[in-house]
């Protein structure tokens, strides 16, 4: 095939693509140049950016692409023809993408312990300032499809949207994604139209903590008021459940397998379990046993966190008498 061309085309654009760069570079004068409705064709050489056309059919003249002649004139001389330029066309459909993030987000304002946080949704756009986007966005890469420029939008709506959830915490969004969504929407808004791009809007399809969900699901005891607590927005209602969780892992063996479940999943759910500097060498002992008015207080301390576990109603009255017995078999054999 030539790489000269007479005809200057984007032919057959699918749905979803947003750019198109013309396959030859050799540029006839007088060659004719088409651009559909909804679309602008652009003119670049050695990556600068010169005349653009809107829709319409267009003969190539001197006169048509006032910028580019002056640049050969002072390169190749006037009338050289074939001319090297790069045509790029840019569709201004609107267009729709999806997206998907998965990001550590704080629990809440007075929880500062990581958790999980996904979200998904879609988001709907056109390019508003062609110029702009080909300079923000396209730039001068050599290899350049609608894929690749479809990749660079979603990720970067997915960056800044997690820049701004992290303003937030989990509770919040998770009870509150009405209010938080058209805070969201105006901030991308703005970073897009710096790129040339309207962003037209976003919806966010679901918004899930992971770990706390798999929690409810493994453990209902604990997983469904913790859940609960966190929809309505009650943190101090988290961090109590949280509280007595973290005390029941210390009290032992538990007559259940959901409760074991919800406690070893504990220390995941707010992100790695804590560090603790290395206890100083002492020299090799015989150990001894603790004295008996010690062990009576731990006793106590243990049986007085199951009667407040069991009037929350974190645990049944048969969980709380199981464990008790538990306890008290054991300090009796000790």
Do not use: C
């Not at 009338?79 to 809440?108: C, D, H, W, Y």
Request: net charge neutral; glycine share 8%; hydrophobic share 40%.
């Amino acid at each position: 095939m030539s790489s000269k061309t007479n005809v200057i085309e984007w032919k057959n654009p699918g749905p979803d693509d947003i750019i198109y760069v013309h396959p030859f570079e050799d540029i006839r004068w007088g060659s004719q140049l088409i651009v559909h409705e909804f679309e602008t064709a652009l003119f670049l050489r050695d990556g600068k950016l010169y005349d653009s056309f809107l829709p319409g059919s267009h003969q190539l003249t001197t006169q048509n692409l006032p910028l580019l002649t002056r640049v050969l004139r002072v390169v190749a001389g006037y009338g050289e023809t074939p001319f090297k330029a790069k045509v790029i066309f840019v569709s201004l459909k609107q267009l729709r993408g999806k997206f998907g993030l998965n990001m550590r987000i704080k629990i809440g304002q007075k929880a500062s312990w990581p958790t999980e946080l996904q979200a998904n949704g879609d988001y709907w756009f056109r390019i508003e300032d062609p110029v702009l986007f080909l300079t923000q966005v396209v730039g001068g890469a050599k290899q350049l499809t609608s894929e690749d420029v479809s990749v660079f939008i979603r990720d970067f709506l997915i960056q800044q949207t997690m820049q701004n959830f992290a303003e937030y915490d989990a509770i919040t969004i998770y009870n509150k994604l009405n209010e938080v969504t058209p805070k969201i929407r105006s901030y991308l808004g703005e970073e897009f139209r710096q790129r040339g791009i309207q962003l037209l809007n976003i919806q966010f399809g679901g918004v899930g903590l992971p770990l706390f969900e798999k929690m409810e699901k493994e453990d209902p005891t604990y997983g469904l008021p913790l859940i609960a607590a966190i929809q309505s927005g009650n943190e101090e209602k988290v961090l109590e459940i949280t509280k007595i969780v973290e005390s029941m892992r210390g009290i032992g063996k538990s007559p259940g397998a959901g409760f074991a479940a919800g406690v070893m999943a504990m220390p995941y759910v707010f992100g790695a379990p804590p560090s603790y500097p290395p206890a100083a060498q002492q020299p090799t002992q015989a150990p001894q046993a603790p004295p008996p008015q010690a062990e009576k207080v731990d006793l106590m301390a243990k049986l007085k966190e199951l009667k407040e576990a069991l009037d929350s109603g974190l645990i049944t009255k048969e969980e709380h008498d199981a464990m008790k017995a538990d306890l008290l078999d054991k300090w009796k054999k000790g």
